[in-house]
């Protein structure tokens, strides 16, 4: 064990060498802390550091929370996964008759997913007052893209869909509904449901770089998240919940069977699966701005990893993967830096122009090249390492941007031609 986590302070101290990380990273087997360590700041205008208890906006992985309670209304004889989602939904709220509660959970409703570069989300509609109906006319209420049960595609919809589902079922709030019947039996008492507007005490502030800067993440209304993210936990409490899950406390064995079903594309109920190591491992990771989160749970054999990050510079996948790797004693390769190659200030600004108006546009500054965001607002450094392939400075990133040429002799970044 001595040889696991000498390995494991290696390998972590030299990615986090390249990498400036802010969080925590929590390893646990069979109630070991094999390692436990915090990093830089929970809130840096008042020179407050990350510690083990802090708490970070989890983002994504608060959907196992979600399906968890839909799977206590199923244990309670108040719906059914296989029935239509119009059955537990608001008056006011339906959706396509065919989409199931199942649907939902595995992410094979068909519903269009607005997470993506045309639509005013991101740059714009989730910055501002919260209405439930108009969220739900303007984004949600459209056409399958596909008939339902065809395909995997993953989309927050149908997660903010599941808490309404909660709410409509419950008669609760559905952050009334998770603390009571997660949170406080599991004594989770430093986990809570983000609005946006409470103060959650020792949260730490979240952060990413506009140039070479760190500044404080893009406003954005966290109440669009709610179902599908939006949780607040820290380490201490995700273990807790790591318990539960690996125990099956709380909802009966025949819940837990659907929860853990494997559907498709690996998607069980707010959870991955995998067969790796000749074991069996349970995930889900986390990303927002200024937010990078992941966990592993090996059940089989007690191993539960947690990073959780209130910046982006880390890939928390690549990293989380190694740790795992390490823990089943394979070797890992060292991580390092994608190498740059040189390219003249010619050369780089035939790759300069708008490519989606006030969306995606890349510009040359100062001889650097820069992927501007949010109408001018958010800078990221990018540069070259062949090919037409470019990678961020100050983010572990595993595949590199496409800004190549088509058939026809145009530029094109992420499928759009330059103007």
């Known amino acids: 064990m001595q040889a696991i986590q000498s390995k494991l302070e290696t390998y972590i101290h030299r990615y986090l060498e390249l990498w400036d990380f802010y969080g925590v990273i929590q390893i646990k087997k069979k109630n070991e802390v094999l390692f436990e360590n915090a990093y830089r700041y929970s809130n840096i205008e008042f020179e407050i550091k990350n510690d083990i208890s802090s708490r970070f906006s989890i983002a994504s992985i608060s959907k196992q929370f979600t399906a968890f309670a839909v799977m206590l209304l199923y244990d309670n004889g108040q719906l059914n996964m296989d029935n239509p989602a119009n059955l537990y939904l608001p008056d006011d709220m339906k959706i396509n008759e065919s989409i199931t509660v199942h649907h939902l959970l595995s992410h094979t409703s068909g519903l269009y997913n607005f997470y993506n570069f045309e639509n ?38 149908n997660y903010n869909l599941l ?60 109440k669009f998240s709610i179902g599908a993210g939006a949780i607040v936990s820290n380490c201490d409490n995700l273990y807790k919940w790591y318990t539960c899950l690996r125990d099956r406390k709380i909802i009966s064995q025949k819940a837990y ?3 853990f079903n494997k559907n498709k594309n690996n998607y069980c109920y707010g959870l991955e699966y995998h067969h790796v190591y000749g074991t069996t491992r349970y995930s889900h990771g ?37 740790i795992s790797a390490i823990l089943h004693n394979i070797d890992v390769e060292m991580p390092i830096r994608f190498e740059e190659s040189f390219l003249s200030k010619s050369e780089l600004e035939k790759y300069c122009g708008t490519y989606l108006k006030d969306k995606i546009q890349i510009g040359l500054i100062n001889g650097k090249l820069y992927f501007v965001r949010f109408s001018g607002n958010l800078h990221i450094e990018i540069y070259p390492i062949g090919n037409g392939r470019f990678v961020r400075r100050y983010f572990d990133q595993v595949d590199p941007y496409l800004i190549i040429e088509n058939k026809n002799g145009e530029m094109t970044f992420f499928g759009y031609v330059k103007a």
Not at 123 to 149: A, H
Not at 296 to 317: G, T, V
């Open 286 to 322: 986390g990303d927002h701005l200024g937010v990078s989160t992941y966990m592993q749970n090996y059940f089989e054999e007690d191993i539960c990893i947690i990073i959780l990050s209130n910046n982006e510079a880390i890939n928390q996948y690549r990293l989380g993967n190694a």
């Open 257 to 259: 069977n659907r929860f």
């Open 163 to 222: 808490a309404w589902i909660i709410e409509n079922v419950s008669g609760e709030k559905y952050e009334d509904f998770i603390r009571k019947n997660i949170f406080l039996p599991l004594n989770m008492m430093d986990s809570n449901i983000d609005d946006g507007c409470k103060i959650i005490k020792n949260k730490s502030c979240n952060y990413v770089k506009d140039f070479d800067t760190i500044i404080k993440s893009p406003y954005h209304n966290e």
């Open 120 to 157: 005013d989300f991101f740059s714009g509609y989730n910055r501002m007052d919260y209405s439930k109906n108009d969220f739900f006319q303007r984004y949600i209420n459209k056409n399958p893209k596909t008939l339902p049960g065809m395909e995997y595609d993953y989309n927050n919809s």
